[in-house]
């Protein structure tokens, strides 16, 4: 990749997670420690598979070295202790979490599960390169992550 893209893409990288800042510390709400927790997390989830969605896509060029730092990034993510943010008497307040959760935490736990396991294998296939199974594991963690905003988010806030 010449250089000048590559320092195009690294500088809109930065741009973007300087720009998203303020979401994630708007998330920062002392009076909802719980609530703010989550909403970090799946900050930090959108952040980093977003764009190697947009990448597989072709709605950004593709950098392979960029998708295998962001693939890394959500990995470790997923492996975040989410659940501790679902503590009980925690679906009151700013949230988009359906009181479901609470009644279905086994489901749950076995969603989240899901999008741990889809996270490493999108991780192993970045590292390996190969754009088709790259494809598959974005289609795949895509899933995993649309499973549970069907059944656990809600799409306004609940108060």
């Not at 300087?18 to 909802?32: M, T, Y």
């Not at 420690?33 to 896509?57: E, H, W």
């Not at 307040?93 to 969603?111: L, S, V, Y």
């Not at 390169?129 to 806030?157: F, L, P």
Request: net charge negative; with cysteine; charged share 25%.
């Amino acid at each position: 990749m010449p250089m000048p893209l590559k320092r195009t893409l690294a500088a809109a990288a930065v741009a973007a997670s300087v720009a998203a800042a303020p979401l994630v510390s708007a998330h920062l709400d002392s009076d909802e420690p719980l609530q703010s927790y989550r909403q970090s997390y799946f900050t930090l989830v959108a952040m980093n598979f977003g764009p190697i969605a947009d990448m597989v896509k072709g709605d950004i060029p593709w950098d392979l070295e960029m998708l295998q730092g962001w693939a890394d990034d959500l990995e470790d993510v997923t492996e975040l202790n989410l659940l501790r943010g679902f503590a009980p008497g925690s679906d009151k307040g700013t949230t988009r979490a359906k009181p479901a959760i609470w009644d279905n935490m086994d489901d749950f736990e076995a969603k989240l599960a899901d999008l741990r396991e889809a996270a490493e294998a999108l991780d192993e296939a970045a590292e390996g390169g190969d754009r088709a199974a790259i494809a598959e594991a974005v289609k795949a963690t895509g899933g995993a992550c649309k499973a549970c905003h069907d059944e656990y988010k809600s799409k306004d806030y609940l108060y």
